[in-house]
C-alpha cells in the first residue's frame, strides 16, 4: 500500500511537469503568456502558493494539456463489465475485460481539433475537469476505482510548474 502510494505519488506529478516544461520550451510564445500570468497576478515579490492557482487559469490549462497529450497513465486499471452492455456502439458481453485507452482518448481527432497540437488555448474558459466527469479527459480515472490522489496530485503539478516558470531566467 505504502508502496502504492510513493509511486503513485511523486514520478506521476514529476514527469507531468517535465512534459510540460518541454513542451513550453518548444512554444516560447506560450512560455510568455504564463509568464505574464504570473506577474499580473502573483507579482515579482513573492512565490505561487496553492490558494493563488484559481487565479490562474493558463498554468490549469497547461497542466491539462500536458497531461491530455502525456497522460501518466495511458491505460486505467482494467475493468470488468457486470452485465451485457454497448461501449462506443459495441456489444459487450458481461464478464469482459474492458480497458481504457486513455492516451488514445486524447488524441481522438473527432473529439479535439488538431488533436497532436500542444495548445492549452483549448481550455480557457471551457468547463472540462479532471474529476472523472468528462470521458474525453478520464486523466486520473473515473468512477470508484478513480485515482485517490488526485487533489494531492493535481494541486503538485500545478504549484510546482507555476513555481519553477515564475522563477525561471
Ligand atoms: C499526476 C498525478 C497522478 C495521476 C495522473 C494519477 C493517475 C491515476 C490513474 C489514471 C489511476 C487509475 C484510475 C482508474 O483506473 O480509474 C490511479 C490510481 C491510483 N493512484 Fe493516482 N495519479 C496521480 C497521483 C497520485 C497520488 C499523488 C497518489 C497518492 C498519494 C496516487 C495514488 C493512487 C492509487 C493508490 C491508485 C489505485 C487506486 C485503486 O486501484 O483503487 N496517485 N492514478
Redesign the pocket.
Known sequence: MFQ??IA??TE??AV?VEWAILELLKKPEMFSKATEELDRVIGRERWVEEKDIVNLPYIESIAKET?RLH???PM??PRMTREDCQIAGYDIRKGTRAL?N?WTIGRDPTVWDNPNEFCPDRFLGKAIDVK?HDFEL?????????????P???K??QASLANLLHGFT
Open positions: 502504492d502510494l503513485g505519488g506521476s506529478s507531468t497531461m497522460p501518466v497513465a486505467l486499471v481504457v486513455v472523472g478520464l486523466l486520473f480515472g473515473a468512477g470508484r476505482r478513480m485515482c485517490p490522489g488526485y494531492l496530485g493535481i503538485v503539478i
